[in-house]
Each structure stands twice: as structure tokens, then as C-alpha cells.
């Protein structure tokens, strides 16, 4: 490294020094569709652990599920539409296209990696519920990862809080609302008025989703 380099380097590194840190809450999935869960769930983590903004992180593909045989192929667009509309009158709610952009697999380290090396000053804080905290010892980098981000879990009833990897939790409303019971009631032609926002049900009738 030459000697211009070097201070330029340097430079920067001083520069993100002499900011004061961002905590920023993460809350990743398919959103397929996003419902008043994922919201009270986001809005909670924000509250109880005082963060500065809460980003919802669309996957492109998910890492974690098996055959989606019975799930429908909803565009990106849409869903991510879909999260716009939910989260547009919430200040401290934001929409974080990194996965979507990249394509691919959405793993989550991966993810982080980018996020941390474009935002060095931020703390990012995964919030991932129960059931999927018993599952991290199969993700991807694991020991890697829980030395970049704060892992949240929220507990979920049948779920012990308990876990070899440091987790903070956060007690939440338990809301018995689904992405996949939401679905089905479409495809039943049954109401989902007060299990998403007003605005998400009237996409999902406009554009016709989940009929199929």
C-alpha cells in the first residue's frame, strides 16, 4: 500500500470513528405477504431496545425453507410493494433492498457483511423469532455471524429461551397471524381485514394474489 493510500485509508477510518454508532434493528423474510405481526413484532423490537430505525429485508430466495410446493411464486415487486405500503406511515420503519439487489440466495451472513462494510458504525440487531432460534446452528457462518450482529429472538409460545449463542429477547403481543394462513384465507375468499393493514389488502385484491 502505497503512502497515499495509507492515509486516505486512515482518514476514513478516523472519519466513522468520530460518529456516534446507529443501532438498527433487522427483520428479514419473504413477506409473503407482510402482515400486522411482522409490524408489531418490528415495532416492539424498536421500543424495547431504543434502536434507531427498524429495516424490513426482503429475501430474493430463502436459505432456510425446503420445497415450496405449496407456496405461490409471488414476484419481488409485489411483495416488496407490499412492504412500502405497510411501513409508509412509520418513521422509524424502512425498506432495505440489499438481498432483492443482489439476487440469489439471501444468506444471511452474506447480508451482513455487505451492511457492515457499507455502514461500519451501525450495530445491526437480527430479529428472528423462537422456532428459528433453535435452527442457528445450521445457518451458514454461524460463528462468524454472532460476531457481526446482535441476535434478537422473540419468544414464541413452545419455544424455550434458551440457546448456546448470545441472544437478546424481547417479549412481544402473541398474534396467531400467518403469511400462510393469510394464503389460504385469499384463496377461501375469506377476509383478511385486521390481519394485514388496509392498504396491503387492497393490493392483494387489486393485483389478484394468491386466487391461484
Not at 434507531?52 to 419481488?76: C, E, N, Q, T, W
Request: aromatic residues 8%; proline residues 5%; glycine residues 6%.
Amino acid at each position: 500500500m502505497n503512502t497515499q493510500k495509507q492515509l486516505l485509508t486512515k482518514a476514513k477510518l478516523d472519519f466513522h470513528s468520530n460518529l456516534p454508532k446507529r443501532h438498527v434493528g433487522i427483520l428479514g423474510g419473504t413477506f409473503n405477504p407482510i402482515h400486522l405481526g411482522h409490524l408489531v413484532i418490528a415495532e416492539q423490537v424498536y421500543e424495547q431496545l431504543c434502536l434507531d430505525k427498524v429495516l424490513f429485508l426482503p429475501d430474493k430466495i430463502p436459505p432456510h425453507r425446503g420445497v415450496k410446493k405449496d407456496i405461490p411464486d409471488i414476484a419481488s415487486d409485489d411483495r416488496v410493494n407490499m412492504i412500502k405500503l405497510a411501513i409508509r406511515d412509520n418513521m422509524h420503519f424502512d425498506l432495505d433492498m440489499t438481498d432483492i439487489r443482489r439476487g440469489g440466495v439471501s444468506y444471511t451472513y452474506e447480508t451482513i457483511k455487505l451492511l457492515k462494510d457499507l455502514n461500519p458504525n451501525t450495530e445491526y440487531y437480527f430479529i428472528i423469532g423462537g422456532d428459528m432460534v433453535e435452527n442457528l446452528p445450521k445457518w451458514s457462518h454461524i460463528d462468524e455471524l454472532i460476531q457481526m450482529v446482535h441476535f434478537v429472538g422473540v419468544c414464541r409460545k413452545g419455544f424455550e429461551k434458551k440457546s448456546k449463542y448470545p441472544i437478546l429477547w424481547v417479549n412481544t403481543p402473541e398474534l396467531e397471524i400467518s403469511s400462510s394462513m393469510i394464503r389460504q384465507r385469499v384463496k377461501k375468499g375469506q377476509s383478511i381485514k385486521y390481519l394485514v393493514p388496509d392498504d396491503v389488502a387492497w393490493y392483494i385484491e387489486d393485483r389478484g394474489l394468491y386466487n391461484d
